[in-house]
């Protein structure tokens, strides 16, 4: 046998043949795998590559606006100084004096100012621009003419009033305002244009704009324009408006091509940042569960057939010479299931993004391209899906290739040094849960399902002594009330141990993972939602589109029966701080409140201080919040706003209900300075009308029994529906590879079956027989897959909501369910050929 490559080519070719059941279950496995990482990785590439839409600003070659970045440098322990960035929600403004510099660059043909603002036409919202701005969309009237004062407008198409002449009461600021529209300009409908004088004034911010919209002169390249603006900025010494931190350097920038859309769509970037993590992380833990599984598909494909490989063995078959076969012999299969999948990727992609757009979890403006260039993404993922199935393979024979040819006819008992592995695998997954206490947030789910996964791989190592150490408690049982098929079911479960090691493995696989996926993401949910409900005090809620008249909150105090009013305004904040010496930056929601009678209409649950001292420079914190920065009454918390404002606010109170009140409250007032949202008035009242408080709030909309306020993560309905769609993917892959491993040890068993027919066993009895093992591996399976997913999900709870963990009794019932229909589908189908028949037949290999 000197001349290796036909005799391995002869050796994989016949054994594909004869194997073709076994290889089957392999091809979908691998076919599985493939998918699921090309879809991830093209979902991956189109995020990097994503950007907002160019509407507003598509008719300018470029734009100039604040910077919407934030940053924080810092020095790791022993490494170069990192800087973090985050994305800022609110518009960060630019100053009058960059118009004047724009103006003056050569090339410069048009330099227009825009101002956006909300406000409110008949109750609905609008957003309200200069005239002159329209044109950088451009927005060309359908009807009528440009405003030519003050008190004229241009509406949008579809506007409530679209004819010319018409008048209309536009709300800014909370103040109404009759204007007279002077013509219907195409582009949104929910859109009104001002003269410039008075969209500066209704904007109220003196000295400062929100964007430069600039045209290039005839001939001028947008490169070389960009260059001569970019320099004359610098050279004014220009800089975004607001008051930053040290070190956050925030100059203006200059926009152009894709970037034009930022400025319009805020919440693009941050949101794109957010999914690339998100993303990562998934596919991050898709590679380790899909190597995990596709490993164990092929080793024990290859282990049912281990007697055949020890007698090639036997027979002067070399070590190299049976690497070779099986290589060649997983490479046909991997090769073909991989380029399978890579091909059905494409359509899973648009699949996942589909459920994104369908459940809202994009914000409005991110688009997600996907150039011809990036389809052949999935082709590199069959690549690792080719790779990891050899290295499967490799590991498999490994033993057989390497022991003596009369050892290896010999079935090896599980080394020692596998289980020392396994050991110091749960160790070390116990102690990653350990230190999930230890964090809060983000870094406490890493740290849980970190553990998860470390401790599935120690289980999976550790299988033939777990099914060992359960057959001792599950033996007697099965003894006692199954008769002669549980005494025969308890024999081959204890001598078997290896293969019951191996049936229980996807079992633990597929509950841990669906349980710590699921569980994690609902508990937040369900202690969020608990707390609204404990915080949430008020009978009605008052809001307006385009803002509450001042004094709006005095005039409902006044209402008869009215108990308590609070005034709530939403934005976000970026919270500064450092993980292990690196910097991070985390952007939260926050809360502006009116403190007077807080606590009767809207309760964060004190704990300590006084929240009615709230005032502009204090603030109060979530309890967690304030032990993860070791903050007190009377100390000093460094914050930015979400403008990128920082400002350094005094500790007034601490508070328990901050999942669903967020990890600060801040004075309402001083919230005002830096959003533009529009906030809400919460009433508790005894005996009030809601007649009689819409004469209290002239043009005011009055909900009974509004919503209890909770603040959400923005992005959490991306984490929600991509955490859903990675668990119902790999969830149903690690079911079809359960299946096939129980699939390929009842084949394996075939003969084991027939020759116990031989010896008198009934049909009956052996179905009972492997009903109770099927029963066995779900119960051991899903008894250790609960275990695991506990470890993590209780370190994880009591870090983040000092609370049990909660599964959704549906889809913990569901998850029983189907581990319980996997095992006896793996179980009775591929018996039937073994069971057939009156008579038994002589037993035979498969």
């Known amino acids: 046998m000197k001349k290796n490559p036909p005799v391995t080519r002869l050796l994989a070719s016949r054994a594909a043949r004869t194997h073709r059941k076994a290889w089957s279950a392999v091809f979908a496995a691998l076919a599985l795998t493939s998918l699921l990482l090309g879809s991830f990785g093209l979902a991956l590439a189109s995020a990097g590559l994503g950007h907002a839409r160019v509407e507003r ?19 790791p322990w022993g490494s170069d100084p990192e800087t973090a960035t985050a994305g800022l929600t609110e518009h960060v403004r630019v100053p009058w004096a960059a118009l004047k510099a724009v103006r003056e660059v050569p090339g410069v043909r048009a330099a227009i100012a825009d101002e956006v603002f909300p406000v409110g036409v008949r109750g609905e919202e609008a957003t309200g621009r200069p005239w002159k701005a329209a044109r950088l969309a451009p927005h060309v009237l359908r009807d009528g003419g440009p405003p030519k004062h003050d008190r004229e407008v241009v509406v949008g198409e579809g506007t409530t009033a679209t004819r010319v002449g018409d008048r209309i009461t536009v709300r800014a600021s909370g103040t109404d305002i009759t204007y007279k529209v002077a013509g219907v300009a195409e582009g949104p409908p929910a859109a009104v244009y001002f003269t410039s004088p008075e969209a500066r004034r209704l904007a109220a911010h003196p000295g400062s704009m929100t964007a430069i919209g600039v045209t290039a002169a005839p001939g001028t390249s947008t490169s070389a324009l960009h260059a001569r603006v970019r320099h004359a900025l610098d050279a004014a010494g220009l800089r975004s408006v607001g008051h ?41 833990t898709v590679v380790l569960i899909a190597l995990l599984v596709v490993s164990s598909t092929i080793v024990q494909a290859l282990q049912q057939r281990s007697r055949e490989t020890a007698l090639l063995r036997a027979v002067g078959a070399t070590p190299r010479q049976l690497r070779g076969a099986v290589g060649r012999e997983v490479g046909r299969v991997a090769t073909a299931a991989a380029l399978m999948g890579a091909v059905a ?9 589909a459920l994104l757009e369908a459940h809202d979890a994009l914000p409005p403006g991110l688009e997600l391209p996907l150039p011809l260039w990036l389809l052949p993404t999935p082709l590199l993922t069959a690549g690792l899906t080719l790779l990891a199935a050899r290295l499967a393979a490799l590991i498999a024979c490994v033993r057989t290739a390497k022991v003596r040819p009369a050892e290896a006819l010999r079935e090896a008992a599980p080394g020692r040094g596998r289980q020392i592995t396994g050991l110091v695998l749960l160790f070390i997954g116990v102690s990653s849960a350990g230190t ?9 789910a890493a740290a849980a399902g970190a553990a998860a996964v470390v401790l599935v791989i120690g289980c999976a190592l550790l299988g033939p002594w777990i099914a060992e150490g359960a057959m001792r408690f599950l033996g007697a049982p099965m003894r006692r009330f199954g008769g002669a098929a549980g005494h025969l079911a308890a024999a081959n479960c204890t001598t078997a141990a290896r293969r019951l090691g191996a049936a229980i493995t996807p079992t633990i696989l597929v509950t841990a993972f669906v349980l710590v996926q699921l569980s994690a993401g609902a508990t937040m949910t369900h202690t969020a939602d608990a707390q609204a409900r404990d915080a949430g005090r008020a009978d009605f809620a008052v809001t307006a589109a385009g803002g509450l008249p001042e004094g709006t909150l005095e005039r409902i105090r006044d209402v008869p029966g009215v108990r308590a009013a609070t005034g709530v305004t939403r934005s976000t904040v970026v919270l500064a701080r450092r993980e292990t010496g690196s910097p991070r930056l985390d952007r939260l929601p926050a809360l502006g409140v009116t403190p007077g009678g807080l606590a009767r209409t809207l309760d964060p649950g004190v704990r300590e201080g006084d929240i009615d001292e709230l005032r502009p420079g204090t603030v109060a914190v979530g309890r967690d919040q304030a032990r993860s920065l070791d903050a007190h009454l009377g100390s000093t918390v460094t914050l930015r706003f979400g403008d990128g404002v920082e400002a350094r606010l005094r500790v007034v109170a601490t508070y328990d209900r901050e999942l669903a009140l967020g990890g600060f409250l801040f004075a309402e007032r001083q919230l005002l300075r830096h959003t533009a949202s529009a906030g809400r008035i919460l009433i508790t009242a005894d005996g009030t009308t809601a007649d009689a408080l819409r004469s209290a709030a002239s043009g005011a909309k009055v909900v009974t029994d509004p919503a ?16 859903v769609a990675a668990v119902t993917a790999i969830g149903g892959f690690t079911v079809i590879a359960t299946l096939s491993t129980l699939c390929l040890i009842t084949i394996g068993r075939r003969p084991e079956l027939a020759l116990l027919r031989l010896a008198g066993a009934g049909r009956g009895q052996l179905r009972r027989m492997l009903g109770l093992e099927a029963a066995a591996s779900a119960v051991v399976g899903l008894a250790v897959g609960v275990a695991v997913a506990l470890i993590p999900l209780l370190a994880f709870s009591a870090a983040t909501t000092r609370s049990l963990p909660y599964v959704p009794p549906a889809q913990a019932a569901l998850t029983a369910l189907t581990v319980a229909a996997t095992s006896a589908a793996g179980t009775f189908p591929p018996a039937r050929r073994a069971l057939r028949g009156r008579y038994p037949t002589q037993p035979h290999h498969p």
Request: charge should be neutral.
């Open 57 to 75: 600003y598509a008719a300018a070659d470029l734009v100039v606006t604040g910077d919407q970045s934030t940053r924080f440098a810092a020095k």
């Open 244 to 284: 930053r931190a040290g070190g956050d350097r925030a100059g203006l920038r200059v926009l152009t091509g894709d970037g034009r859309g930022g400025p319009e769509f805020l919440r693009v970037a941050p949101a794109r940042a957010g999914m690339l993590a998100l993303l990562g992380s998934v596919a991050g």
């Open 345 to 353: 990727a494409i359509p899973a992609f648009f699949g996942l993004r």
């Open 436 to 444: 999930a206490t230890l964090q809060r947030g983000e870094a406490a």
């Open 708 to 723: 209890p306020e909770r603040l959400e993560p923005e992005d959490q309905a991306l984490g929600e529906v991509v955490t």
